[in-house]
C-alpha cells in the first residue's frame, strides 16, 4: 500500500500513538490497483482543486482570544526577534521559514509546565525571544541557513519546523533549570549554559544522523537526543 498524500499526518498519528498509546480514527479514500502514473494524477487532483482558509489565517483571526497565537505573531512582528519577519499568517512564501498556526503550537510546547502558569504574556515574549536567540548563538553552523534566501536551499534542520519542534518540546526542561518560582525570574547565565551543552557537537545537516526525519516524528527523535544531552548537564 502506498499513501499518495497525508504522509506528514500519518507521522503525527503514528508519534501521537507511541507517545499516549491512544488509537486515533481517521477518514481516508482508498484507490485499488493504481499505477504510478493514475497516482501522480490524483495526487495534482487533490491538491489543486481544495479550497479552504489556511490554519495559520484561522490562528491569526482567533488572536485576541489565544494567548499563545499573539505570542508566535508577535515574534515575527518584535525586530529582536530571531524570528522577525520569518512567520507567516497566510501563504508560506520562500524567505518564511514557519506559519503562525506551527509556531503558535510549539510556544504552547515551550510554556507546557505549571511552573510557568502564573507568568504574564509580555514576561513570556522576554522568554522566548531570549530562549531562541540563545539557541541562535550556541548553534551557529545550523543557524547559517538564515543567510540563505530561499527555504528550499536550507542545508540544515534547526531553521525547518523539524528543528523548531523539538527544541519547542524540550524548553521546560531546559528553561527550568534557570527559572526561580519564587519570584519568577530566570537565571539567563545558567539557560545560556546549559543550551551551549545540549547543542554541543550536534548535527543539524539535513544529509545528516536525521536524515529523511521530518515534521512531528523528526522533532520528536531530534527532542530524545537532546534530552540525553541534556541528562548529562551538571
Known sequence: AAIIDGQHRIGGIVSHHEDTGDVVSFDFICFENLTLEEEKKEFVTINGKQVGVSRSLQTYIGIDENENAALAYSLST?????????????????????????????????????????????????????????????????????????????????????????WSLIGPQILLKGFNPDDQSFDWSVISDVIQHVSEDFDWAKDGEFKGLTGEVGGK??????????????
Open 78 to 166: 518584535h525586530d529582536d526577534s530571531p524570528f522577525f519577519e520569518k512567520i507567516t499568517k497566510t501563504d508560506m512564501k520562500p524567505h518564511h521559514w514557519f506559519t503562525l498556526s506551527s509556531i503558535e503550537k510549539n510556544v504552547k510546547r515551550i510554556f507546557n509546565h505549571g511552573a510557568f502558569d502564573e507568568l504574564s504574556t509580555s514576561d513570556k515574549l522576554d522568554v522566548l525571544i531570549k530562549y531562541w536567540s540563545l539557541i541562535k548563538d550556541h548553534n551557529e553552523i545550523g543557524w547559517s541557513d538564515s543567510k540563505i534566501e530561499k527555504r528550499k536551499d536550507f542545508k540544515y534542520k534547526l531553521l525547518e519546523l523539524t528543528g523548531n519542534i523539538a
Open 221 to 234: 527523535a531530534i527532542q530524545r537526543h537532546l534530552e540525553a544531552a541534556l541528562s548529562s548537564f551538571r
